[in-house]
């Protein structure tokens, strides 16, 4: 991709991806860049600018239409993607740092879902905007995580979503919890086989086949080092699958087990512009 970047927002199918702000410094941080670029499965373009340049949330929907919100400075707002043009919407009830980057739809913005937040609350929200009428889009609040986390990895959708891994409260300790969510409540799963966080932002897979690749973790916690390993998630237990070629942290990622994509992230204290095939 054109701008090297981690922490970024990152959403749609293999064919129909946007790829938008991020922080460009070291480990990810500042500066943060406003830029999006639009993958249509094999070649990159410019879209539009971010109002707000930010990085550390969530996003759903496609390069045609998409949505992002929250971000590391205590962000609450939220904009959507028309395919040429981001535009301010509602606001969130609160900040969600770290939110794993949301889980909802990548067919359209008309769902999305914010599930924790640093310094690693619980707290849910679910976005709507409802079709058949012409009331406006509104974020509601969802059932509260049983383990609260920032830098989790999610897949699936908001009535079905799946969070794992990120950092627990009060500590730089990584967990390698996994939750289920039906769209009104959370319920614990089998764990991660290792503790990890930052393994792809972006929703990768479904709640019964997802997946999670590289990240910042080991066997155990607070042990921490880069990654090159995957699993994947069968709708009841993590498995190992196929490692990367080389450490990922804080990248975007999306697609299925066995057609994914990474983009750009963390190398060491550096971010890239790589894009690698995920096929765990």
């Known amino acids: ?4 970047r981690g922490q970024h927002f990152m959403s749609g ?3 129909a991806t946007f790829i938008a702000g991020g922080g460009t410094g070291n480990n990810a ?3 943060v860049t406003a830029l999006t670029e639009e993958f249509d499965g094999s070649s ?3 879209g539009g600018n971010l109002n707000t340049a930010r990085a550390q949330g969530g996003s759903s929907g496609n390069s045609g239409d998409g949505l992002v919100f929250a971000g590391a400075s205590n962000e609450k707002n939220t904009e959507q993607y028309n395919g040429t043009s981001w535009t301010e ?10 939110c794993g980057n949301g889980a909802g739809s990548i067919s359209n913005s008309k769902n999305g879902l914010a599930a924790g937040a640093y310094p690693a609350v619980g707290t849910t929200e679910e976005w709507h905007i409802s079709i058949n009428t012409i009331t406006g889009a509104a974020w509601a609040s969802g059932g509260a995580m049983n383990t609260g986390r920032s830098e989790g990895m999610t897949a699936g959708t908001q009535t079905a979503s799946l969070m794992s891994g990120g950092i627990v409260p009060g500590s730089d300790a990584m967990t390698n919890n996994s939750e289920e969510y039906n769209g009104s409540a959370w319920s614990e799963g089998n764990n991660l086989s ?3 966080r930052g393994g792809g932002n972006g929703a990768q897979g479904t709640q019964t086949a997802a ?3 590289g990240g910042n973790g080991a066997g155990t916690s607070p042990a921490a080092g880069l990654l090159t390993t995957a699993e994947e998630y069968n709708g009841t237990s993590w498995s190992d699958g196929g490692d990367m070629p080389a450490t990922k942290f804080s990248h975007g990622s999306l697609g299925t087990q066995t057609a994914g994509l990474a983009f750009s992230g963390q190398t060491g204290t550096n971010v890239n512009t790589d894009v690698t095939s995920v096929n765990t």
């Open 44 to 46: 990159l373009s410019s």
């Open 89 to 98: 919407t509602s606001d969130m009830t609160a900040t969600h740092r770290g």
């Open 29 to 31: 941080g500042s500066p």
């Open 194 to 196: 290792n503790f990890r």
């Open 1 to 4: 991709i054109s701008q090297a």
């Open 13 to 15: 199918p293999e064919t």
């Open 211 to 213: 997946f999670v690749s």
